[in-house]
């Protein structure tokens, strides 16, 4: 992704503004904390681990503040070179922004991949917030959190803690979102007021289709599976035709995704149309064909080609 440059309409009133990085383990609910932060849907996300694969950035704009939320990649031990790519995306994330979010899951205690995230932020000489997630599932959340929270043992710069459920309570979203705004440096906006994502049109299409195939698809095939879109036109009559394609690694991939008789990749096309209707209030014609790319995952110039660069 381009980096932004600062706005400079911003000269009447004093502004802040900066970027900040939501990180934390595979499958901890980052995805859903950004679009609870944003009340719109930039970052997708389902049940499955590894559902964002790279950042994607969500914009808060008040009268005067304006947050740069940069979703991150799940932590985790890569096995592949897009593995390797999401966890470049995390640390390249932590070394440019102005403060941290870390969202561990308190259903569980910390794992080893929990550690690896605390030992790439503790000594970060930034602001860090720490959000206990998924409280209205967890038995013992405090205790769950005392133990995320001597993870970060011995660090110096400020930081705090939150419990919440991202998904189910828009009121602590808002008081964290509020503490977060108060922490921001002095800056330009970046973004023109009223945006809410720096992604391309097509960009956020193919992760809504990628989304709807992850739910839909079982076993490891989710994850072995990308997904892209190649034209976007509009009719006179405002019906958003878009036209996309979903990568898998095999010829027995290709048919596991299309289904018998094409059912699955229907059911795949019908949910994602679904959700484009409602974010963009128009009709969708979704046209999908699955093509084959051979071990695309471990090939750095497919990875390039699919937008993993």
Known sequence: MTDPTPQPDQTEAQTHSGFVAIVGKPNVGKSTLLNSFLGTKVAPTSPRPQTTRRDVRGI???DTHQIVFVDTPGVHKPKDALGKYMNHEVQSALADVDAIVWVVDL???PT??????????RDLPKPLFLVGNKTDAAKYPD???????????????ESSETMLSAQNNPGAVGTLREQILDALPENPFFYPRGAA????????AAEIIREEAMKKLRDELP????????????RDDGLQRIEGEIVVEKNAHKGMVIGSGGKQLREIGQAARKQLEVFLSKKVYLGLEVIVIPGWREDEEALRELGYE
């Open 223 to 234: 994850y072995a599976v990308a997904t892209r879109v190649n034209r976007w036109t509009e």
């Open 112 to 121: 080893d991949e929990d550690r690896l995230v605390a030992n790439q932020i």
């Open 107 to 109: 259903r569980h205690p």
């Open 60 to 62: 808060y704009t008040t």
């Open 197 to 204: 994502s720096d992604q391309t049109r097509e960009m956020w």
């Open 143 to 157: 205790e769950a959190m005392k133990l995320y929270g001597a993870l970060l043992e011995g660090r110096e710069s």
